[in-house]
């Protein structure tokens, strides 16, 4: 792995304050109506993709996750003004607008979405996996869920043809407490969720997700593990959301407490307090950061406001592979079912 340095930490924490006040603007905009349909915000959770992306080869390593999807894509490398724009709605998104909020993708960058329906990147991400393997590339998939995935069925079959296979993939379960509004404890018998993957013989371990440096050192080996030929590893990082499961949860389950007390582990909070005790930075230089941080993201705002919506011509362009497609009148435009 990559040394962790001073660099290192000035690194994520710029990186995770831009992370943070990307997805605070996202909900001014859906609050605006300029974003519709579902939004998931990743707040209190970006140590996750800083501690992830210090640990993959990113010339070939590939992250699927489910709907919580702005933030990793660009902690990969994807341009945040085509995610924004992605979130509008609009023809320069990453999926032409087409995708949406729960739908994220990159190819150019190995993410392979954001995926609306629960669990079903599980699967998903032990095919790439599979195909890796089969062809011989020297990648590993870190495939991502949430606390209420894990109670898919898909999962354990999964688990069990990935341990056979001894496919070059990582599963990781984000476990921020909370499946939309049903606590952890209140949905299974199994609170350490990470023991799940005992029952395959899967090395599994808890990993605390507040801080970049323990999830980089706890996922390397994972991904070092993987791309030797030793097969999967089972990570369960304990994170936190600070807002709703979405826009639209009023978040009755949980107190204000409760939140304030986890608000008191912030990791960004922690870092910048890790570089000024050390010295690294004054603390007038890190505010500073964060000035030009709230700048880029108006930056990508405007790009995407700018941006033109993506053309009824493109739709269908993208959507059907044949120009003929035999359910479709032969004129695109007409939308007439045969």
């Not at 700048?295 to 406001?305: G, L, N, Q, S, W």
């Not at 053309?311 to 269908?316: G, H, Q, V």
Request: aromatic fraction near 12%.
């Amino acid at each position: 792995m990559k040394e962790i340095t001073t660099v290192t930490y000035l690194k994520w924490f710029k990186d995770m304050s831009f992370w943070r006040k990307f997805e605070d603007k996202c909900r001014v905009l859906y609050l605006k109506q300029k974003i519709r349909g579902f939004l998931h915000l990743y707040n209190g959770q970006e140590a996750i993709p800083a501690g992830l992306t210090h640990a993959m080869d990113l010339s070939k390593d590939k992250i699927i996750t489910a709907y919580r999807c702005h933030i990793l894509p660009i902690s990969m490398g994807v341009d945040p003004k085509e995610v924004m724009s992605e979130l509008l709605g609009k023809d320069t998104g990453t999926s032409h607008g087409m995708g949406g909020s729960m739908h994220i993708f990159s190819k150019k960058y190995r993410f392979y979405g954001g995926h609306g329906i629960v669990g079903a990147q599980i699967p998903l991400g032990a095919g790439i996996a599979f195909a890796d393997k089969y062809f011989n590339r020297d990648s590993v998939t870190i495939t991502i869920m949430g606390d209420g995935a894990v109670r898919q069925g898909s999962l354990h079959e999964t688990f069990n043809m990935s341990m056979i296979w001894k496919l070059p993939v990582v599963f990781i379960c984000e476990n921020n407490q909370y499946a939309m509004g049903t606590s952890v404890k209140r949905s299974t018998n199994i609170e350490e969720i990470y023991k799940i993957g005992g029952a395959y013989g899967m090395p599994s371990y808890p990993v605390d997700g507040m801080d970049p440096e323990k999830v980089a050192k706890k996922v390397f080996p994972a991904i070092e593990r993987a791309r030797r030929g030793d097969g999967p590893t089972f990570l369960e990082i304990k994170t936190y959301r600070y807002r709703g499961h979405s826009m639209s949860d009023s978040e009755s389950y949980r107190s204000k407490k409760e939140i304030h007390f986890y608000k008191k582990k912030d990791p960004i909070l922690k870092l910048k307090n890790i570089i000024i005790q050390n010295k690294w930075e004054t603390i007038e230089n890190l505010n500073s950061i964060e000035y030009e941080i709230k700048k880029e993201v108006e930056t990508c705002v405007e790009f995407a406001e700018k941006s033109d919506p993506p053309s009824l011509e493109k739709m269908y362009n993208v959507v059907y592979n044949e120009t003929n497609y035999p359910f479709l009148d032969n004129d695109p435009m007409s939308n007439k079912i045969i």
